[in-house]
């Protein structure tokens, strides 16, 4: 990949703050407290998801097997892209013989540490196999859709959101397409990738992900008005991907956030999909700040993914660009983006309707600062939990976040019961499994938060479609 320089870097721009109102609710029942604001997280992932968002990593299935790298990734992160194992090359080596034994080993851990999935990527011009690259015309059109079809297959309901075309535009001022055998194919090839991809799996976002679009400039203008006219004509995409590498000659510039907002005022979902930034110390730190911050004053955008867990797993390890150190140890960037992701404003991600005003224009004059203002009256005993919910609604939907207390023992496993509003259903879970998604709901702990120690918490959360109204949870343990 050739980088090329951009603006100067400009530091410093105005930032919105932006406030989010959370739902008073009054206290019901015994052993049920409605909190009203959500507590500081521990871990990215579960901080991130407090916020309504995710925080990911990519993932190389040959350091699974790595104990510490495991770890972390059980520990810190609800989202996994495969780094390179789910690419054209790795999927189909020979044409039409598919194989996904590396790829369905990340799929697997992921989904057993409760993570979900970004699929990356299914067109593209680099990395493809060799048969692939010595195609053209209307062979290669026909084999890109065989391709997104097999791999869309074997992976359906499994995968969140799908990077379907990678890298489309040239880099520089021309804001044209990047030439390519695909490219070359005809410029109708991106809405032929994503209308294929749709079919194959409805139930995935679909993303455009592409690099030195993280600001604005002539190749995120070119971006830009490819997704507009996709809206305009109906061709279906749902997000559109910043891949977010970063060094000298690519800065984290001011105006990243304004970036993502009119990305997101076309009505598209907007992510960091592989966020690297070279550097050290406090003026990294300070960087993943602006970067993550950019997002979370972004409702529509929806989660962060770094590219790798430790300097030593970075594509680019001599810029040392990532959280964690080459020991495992969490670096001032950790912690930089840890706050920031712990003082960010909920999203409010309606995929389908999305509000008109949003997030809402009257903030409460005093947000709440001390949750909960109702303790329990009757703090589970033995053996027992206690579960409280606070909501983020606006017209049409919710998030709750609920937290699972542990009484005076601790837990080994979870598991919370609730009512939803008639009318409500559930489009979102994290850090939970549920039995339903509408009605009466239970909803379980994941491999990685069953175990509560007495007295402390852990939280989970849902999205929801239809309007909040109180819910009253009921909390047993194991
Ligand atoms: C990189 C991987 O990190 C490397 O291991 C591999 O050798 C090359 O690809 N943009 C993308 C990613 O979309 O797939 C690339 O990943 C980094 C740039």
Not at 177 to 192: A, H, K, P
Not at 198 to 211: E, I, V
Not at 462 to 467: E, I, K, P, T, W
């Amino acid at each position: 990949m050739t980088e090329q320089s951009r603006a100067p870097r400009l530091r410093g721009g105005p930032r919105a703050a932006l406030v989010f109102a959370a739902a008073g609710l009054l206290a019901a029942g015994a052993a049920v407290t409605m909190a009203t604001s959500a507590s500081a997280g521990t871990t990215l992932g579960a901080s991130a998801a407090e916020k309504g968002r995710y925080f990911g990593t990519a993932v190389a299935a040959n350091k699974l097997s790595d104990s510490t790298y495991a770890g972390i990734l059980q520990r810190e992160f609800n989202m996994c892209t495969p780094e390179n194992e789910m690419k054209i090359d790795a999927t189909e080596p020979n044409q039409n013989q598919f194989s996904f034994g590396n790829a369905d080993a990340i799929v697997s851990r992921c989904t057993a540490n409760g993570a979900r999935m970004r699929g990356h990527t299914l067109a593209w011009h680099s990395q493809q196999p060799g048969w692939m690259q010595n195609m053209s015309g209307t062979a290669l059109r026909n084999a890109m859709i065989n391709h997104i079809n097999g791999v869309m297959a074997h992976y359906k309901g499994k995968i969140y959101a799908w990077d379907v075309v990678n890298e489309a535009f040239q880099d520089g001022g021309s804001g044209a397409r990047r030439d390519s055998n695909l490219q070359r194919t005809g410029n109708d090839w991106i809405e032929v990738a994503f209308r294929t991809a749709r079919a194959a799996d409805p139930a995935a976002k679909l993303c455009y992900n592409d690099y030195n679009t993280d600001g604005q400039n002539a190749k995120s203008n070119a971006v830009y008005a490819m997704v507009q006219d996709f809206k305009s004509r109906g061709v279906p995409i749902d997000c559109v991907g910043f891949q977010g590498h970063f060094n000298s000659n690519s800065p984290v510039t001011s105006d990243i956030q304004a970036n993502l907002q009119r990305f997101a005022n076309l009505g598209v979902d907007v992510q960091f999909t592989e966020t690297d930034i070279e550097g050290s110390g406090t003026a990294q730190a300070d960087n993943y700040q602006r970067v993550v911050q950019a997002c979370m004053n972004v409702s529509r955008c929806t989660g962060i993914t770094v590219w790798g867990i430790r300097d030593s797993d970075s594509w680019r390890s001599g810029g040392t660009p990532l959280l964690f150190d080459s020991s495992g140890n969490k670096k001032p960037a950790y912690t930089a983006v840890l706050n920031t992701l712990n003082g960010g404003s909920p999203t409010t991600p309606p995929t389908n309707n999305p509000p008109t005003t949003n997030p809402p224009t009257n903030p409460p004059t005093n947000p709440p600062t001390n949750p909960p203002t109702n303790p329990p009256t009757n703090p589970p005993g033995q053996g027992g939990c206690s579960a409280s919910v606070s909501l983020q609604t606006w017209t049409g939907g919710f998030v709750a976040t609920v937290r699972v207390t542990a009484g005076s023992s601790s837990v080994n496993g979870w598991s919370v019961g609730m009512t939803l509003p008639s009318g409500a259903r559930i489009v979102n879970v994290w850090n939970a499994s549920q039995s339903a998604t509408s009605g009466s709901v239970q909803f379980s702990n994941v491999s990685y938060n069953g175990q509560i120690a007495a007295g402390q918490s852990t939280e989970f959360g849902f999205q929801a479609d239809g309007n909040a109204s109180t819910m009253t949870p009921t909390c047993s343990a194991r």
